[in-house]
C-alpha cells in the first residue's frame, strides 16, 4: 500500500518566492497534519485538518503561510513570501480518524531552503 | 501549556537494554505515544499507552505513570539498526500530538 506521498522532496528557492508544498494522505485516512522540524525547535505541528476541514491552526507561525485541503487526496501547504528562516523539513503526516493514539503516517517530508 | 522533557542523548551497546524517559507536564491528555525517527527519515509510530502500566510490542516496551507525570520507552536486545531518535508526544483528544524534543539513541558494537 502506497503511504503518504510528499512533493518536492528538495526544495532550493530564494527568499520572497512563494513555496508550495503538496501532501497526498493515505487513500481512507480522515486526518491530516502538516509539521515542520528544524534543529532548535524539533517537531512542530502546523495544522491538522479532519474531513477536509481544518481543525486547529494554532501552529501556523504568521499569515505568510496557509494550508489546504480541497478534497481527501490532496493538501497544500504555501509560504508566500517565503523567508530564510522558514528553511526546514515539512512532514506531512495522515491518520485513519481523530481517535486519542491512532498511529500518525508521516511521509519522507520537503527539505526546504530558503537563500 | 504542554510540555514534555527527554534526556536529549543516550549511548548502549548492542545486546543491551536502554530505557529512554519521558517526563511531562499538561492540564489534560488522552495517552502518550513514541514515534522513532532514523536519521533523515520520517518519524513512524512505535507504541501508545492510553492507561497506567507496560505495553510490550516485540523488542520495544513503553510505560506510562499518570500519577508520576513519567513515561518510558524500553527496548531490549539493542541491534545497531536501533540507532535513530525517539521521541514521546502527547495526544489530545482530537488525535493532535505534541512532541518531545527527541533523544539521540547511539548503539554502539
Known amino acids: 500500500d502506497a503511504g503518504v506521498i510528499q512533493s518536492p522532496r528538495h526544495e532550493v528557492t530564494e527568499m520572497g518566492q512563494e513555496v508550495t508544498l503538496r501532501c497526498k494522505p493515505i487513500?481512507?485516512?480522515?486526518?491530516l497534519f502538516w509539521y515542520r522540524q528544524t534543529m532548535m525547535r524539533g517537531l512542530e505541528l502546523l495544522i491538522y485538518?479532519?474531513?477536509?476541514?481544518?481543525?486547529?491552526d494554532s501552529g501556523m507561525p504568521e499569515d505568510r503561510f496557509s494550508a489546504k485541503m480541497p478534497n481527501a487526496s490532496f493538501s497544500t501547504l504555501k509560504i508566500q513570501p517565503s523567508e530564510p528562516r522558514d528553511s526546514a523539513v515539512y512532514f506531512c503526516?495522515?491518520?485513519?480518524?481523530?481517535?486519542?493514539?491512532?498511529?500518525?503516517?508521516f511521509g519522507d517530508g520537503t527539505r526546504l531552503s530558503i537563500l | 501549556g504542554q510540555s514534555l522533557e527527554q534526556p536529549s542523548e543516550v549511548t548502549a551497546v548492542e545486546g543491551a537494554i536502554v530505557q529512554i524517559n519521558c517526563t511531562y507536564q499538561?492540564?489534560?491528555?488522552?495517552?502518550l505515544s513514541w514515534y522513532q525517527q532514523h536519521d533523515g527519515g520520517a518519524p513512524t509510530f512505535l507504541s501508545y499507552?492510553?492507561?497506567?502500566g507496560l505495553e510490550e510490542t516485540g523488542r520495544f516496551s513503553s510505560f506510562l505513570s499518570r500519577s508520576d507525570s513519567y513515561g518510558y520507552l524500553l527496548l531490549q536486545e539493542l541491534q545497531m539498526k536501533d540507532s535513530a531518535s525517539y521521541f514521546c508526544?502527547?495526544?489530545?483528544?482530537?488525535?493532535?500530538?505534541?512532541f518531545g524534543q527527541g533523544t539521540t539513541l547511539q548503539v554502539k558494537p
Open positions: 499538561t492540564s489534560g491528555f488522552y495517552g
Open positions: 499507552n492510553a492507561l497506567d
Open positions: 508526544s502527547l495526544s489530545g483528544n482530537t488525535g493532535k500530538l505534541i
Open positions: 487513500s481512507g485516512h480522515n486526518s
Open positions: 503526516a495522515s491518520s485513519l480518524n481523530r481517535q486519542p493514539g491512532q498511529p500518525q503516517h
Open positions: 485538518f479532519n474531513n477536509n476541514v481544518p481543525i486547529d
